[in-house]
């Protein structure tokens, strides 16, 4: 997680479409971009990248 919980709880408070990778609102039940259905809730943990 990072420094602010409340702009991790932002940032995470986004769909991602499964098809395009496209960023949605959490309550859309369908994407933006594409108009594809499929959509997941964004991963909660914020991953460090490995050195």
Excluded: Q
């Excluded at 409340?6 to 949605?24: H, L, P």
């Amino acid at each position: 997680m990072g420094k602010f919980p409340e702009a991790d709880a932002t940032i995470a408070a986004v769909s991602i479409c499964r098809r395009c990778k496209t960023r949605n609102k959490r309550n859309a039940e369908k994407c933006r971009k594409c108009g594809s259905p499929y959509l997941r809730p964004k991963n909660k943990e914020i991953k460090a990248k490995k050195a």
